[in-house]
């Protein structure tokens, strides 16, 4: 093999080893498309190269790709939003509040804790895809509290971790919104089939903890009958004050969406100013408040955005090296058929998840992938054509899952040591995380077998 066909391998190798140096991934990304750019202009120069692989003009088509895939996205502006909504529905109680009234709600079922832990995870999903605010957050509301009620610690840990990461798959979710625009799928589309496969998660995760702490009740001890309203009326105006405003704000911005009513931009504006609303309504929203929650917004936003330029000047790169036509030989070459490529690129996402966080994985790897799903005929295992790429990337998306729970760089659980009281050792946490990994592989495996879990929304939607 000659230099020059060697440079996509060498590239991504590259990247791969700078990874791990802890440096800014933005700038890892951005750094080696740059360098590798060059290499290709210098390589091109070199005998036996019958036709330029790089040439300096090129560097110029990174800027209008940059302001034309990022700056001018109207898809993208909702990321923002979506980000203040969540951020401000952390500072301004909500969770608290609602995390004590599904507590109360629960405390005659096994594990009612427990239980409360992953439905207001997965209400929160439907409001924040901000992973490391709900974690974090979860962990300093509930981790204490079960703690004190004298819970099995692993089953604590998991149960946090695991609920806290399900806002990165149920919808308004950031990563389906990149990876809508990555893979130019309606954005409104690849919401609504993620609905189901996040709800069958969340289910497994319910099941799972109900049977477990039903067959060994010191795992979970239950809530004690002196905490909680007095009188059924208390319980009502709990139940208005602090379970419904959450409720409402999902149907609001979600429903906007599904109806048609609103664009998922639009939508991610309502929810920023239903957060508002919801913040005032707690008596929440003070000058500080409001100043902590946009700088939060904007820090996360510019991290967010600086790996998009990144990975926009390293993609571009890539290909312009051979990189595309590289990957579709290898995995020609090898002969495996489409579900054999399938399952190859599921164990290359769930393998690439014990090292590097979602954006990191969606961003480098997905440019790859698209243009292999849409090659991939799986004859009447999907009825209806056209369906391919929704179904993949939602494949792809819950196969992510894995990648914030995953030791050793299991973001979500690095964020949970973080804030956990000194008394919950990571080893604790690693256990914990184990049986929720195998849930989400086995609902990963459910939505192979049965594309209509992701599918049939969208088209009861269509029709």
Known sequence: MELFELLPI???????ILLFSGYPVAFVLGGIGLFYGFVGI??????????????????????????????????LVAVPMFVFMGTMLERSGVASDLLHTLQIL???VSGGLALAVTLMGTIFAATTGIIGASVVMMTLMALPIMLERGYYKPLATGTIAASGTLGILIPPSIMLVIMADLMSISVGTLFMAAIFPGLLLAGLYLVYIYVRTRINPELAPPLPDEIGPESRRELWVLIIRSFLPPIFLIALVLGSIFAGFATPTEA??????GATILAIFNRKLTFSVLKDVVERTALTNAMIFGIVVGATCFSYVYRSLGGDDLVHEFVAGMGLGPWG?????????????????????????????TPIMKTLDFGGHIQIAGDI?????ILLAVNLQTSFLTPPFGFAL????????????????????IPFVLLQLLGLAIVIEWPAIALWLPHVALD
């Open 10 to 16: 060498l590239m991504f190798a590259t990247l791969a």
């Open 106 to 108: 629960l405390r005659r």
């Open 268 to 273: 991610a504006g309502v929810g920023a100013l």
């Open 341 to 369: 490529v399938l399952f190859l690129m599921m164990g290359i996402v769930f393998a690439l998840g014990f090292f590097f966080d979602w954006i990191e994985i969606t961003l480098i790897v997905l440019p790859l992938f």
């Open 389 to 393: 790429l929704p179904w993949m990337a």
């Open 42 to 75: 210098i390589v091109s120069q070199s005998p036996g190269v019958e036709f330029p692989l790089f040439n300096f003009n090129q560097f110029f088509s990174l800027i209008s790709r940059t302001w034309g895939g990022v700056a001018e996205n109207l898809i």
């Open 414 to 433: 690095f964020y949970m040591k973080g804030v956990a009281p000194p008394e919950v050792r990571i080893q604790e946490i690693y256990r914990g995380i």
